[in-house]
């Protein structure tokens, strides 16, 4: 059974305290999954180390219950 929005979400919250999830159902599916993370935590690791670090946080998953997931990572920025 595939993943939901709402788990995917808190497992990364869960790992990375603060960090701001926005979920997208990429093919209505709930299979195929975008997902934007900011996080405090990235901060001075680059691109791979970012998404490695919420692969991470989905202890395993992804290629099974979590199919696909489209990553895009960033830092938060102060205004």
Do not use: C
Not at 23 to 40: E, Q, S, Y
Not at 53 to 60: D, K, N, S
């Amino acid at each position: 059974m595939p993943m939901s929005a709402a788990e995917i979400e808190t497992m990364i919250k869960a790992t990375l305290p603060g960090a701001e999830v926005e979920m997208t159902d990429l093919a209505g599916d709930n299979d195929h999954w975008a997902a934007r993370v900011v996080a405090p935590q990235f901060a001075g690791k680059n691109r791979v180390q970012q998404h490695k670090m919420v692969y991470e946080a989905l202890g395993g998953r992804m290629g099974g219950v979590l199919h696909a997931l489209q990553l895009t990572t960033a830092i938060p920025t102060s205004d």
